[in-house]
């Protein structure tokens, strides 16, 4: 079964500072990796997705890539604001074979102090 | 507007006591798929539907049923609540196609069983 950790759970950095979150999955057969933003106690908002093909996406100041021989994807925020407070999680989507069933990570939680 | 909607988004309930949350999305998605979110335990999937009258069991699918007999509704059903059932619930659908397959999550619901 597809594993997914994000490093590191939680971060607290100051406003304007550039940030990485890291997620590694175990199974490299993957149908997609998607990033997503969570605000405590609400529902998922869809931050960028990557195809199995691709190497990387961007939207704004958000950056994501993935490096599936190695099990890796990063997202890059660059300029951080207190908007950008919230849970990140990547998740993995796994190929027809396994329902597509999106495995999540635990996520990381951010802190962008003013 | 693009959406999926949950309904309710609170529920308080007792044991025993049969319950269905609705799921309906507007965007002709084939795959649909119900969530559960616990603290220290992340996402994990409970029931997935590739298409109508298809449906199959995610990792946590004991004490819940679901049905697809239309393309936008996916129900999940709670035939006899337990107090382990107490979580926050979501309800996510996607296209299959490559290029074209961003997972759509609802706004949740949040299940209180007493």
């Known amino acids: 079964k597809q594993e997914v950790t994000q490093i590191p759970a939680a971060l607290s950095v100051p406003e304007g500072e550039n940030l990485v979150l890291n997620c590694s999955f175990t199974d490299s057969a993957i149908y997609n990796l998607q990033w997503f933003r969570q605000d405590p106690g609400k529902g998922l908002t869809s931050l960028l997705l990557i195809q199995s093909s691709q190497r990387e996406q961007t939207s704004g100041r958000l950056n994501a890539s993935l490096d599936k021989s190695s099990g890796r994807s990063t997202l890059y925020i660059a300029a951080s604001q207190p908007g950008d407070s919230a849970t990140y999680l990547c998740a993995v989507r796994d190929g027809g074979n396994s329902g597509y069933a999106l495995n999540f990570g635990k996520g990381t939680s951010l802190l962008v102090t003013p | 507007e693009a959406q999926v909607t949950q309904n309710p988004r609170y529920l308080i309930t007792v044991t025993g006591k049969k319950l269905t949350v609705t799921c309906s999305q507007n965007?002709?998605?084939?795959?649909m798929s119900w969530y559960r979110q616990d603290p220290g335990l992340g996402l994990r999937q409970i029931y997935y539907s590739m298409n109508v009258e298809v449906t199959d069991k995610g990792d946590v699918p004991e004490g819940y049923k679901v049905s697809r007999k239309e393309k936008r509704n996916f129900p999940l059903i709670l035939e006899s609540p337990s107090p382990n059932q107490t979580s926050l619930y979501f309800c996510a659908s996607s296209f299959l196609g490559q290029g074209r397959n961003i997972q759509y999550f609802g706004a949740g619901t949040r299940l209180s069983v007493l």
């Open positions: 965007m002709n998605h084939e795959y």
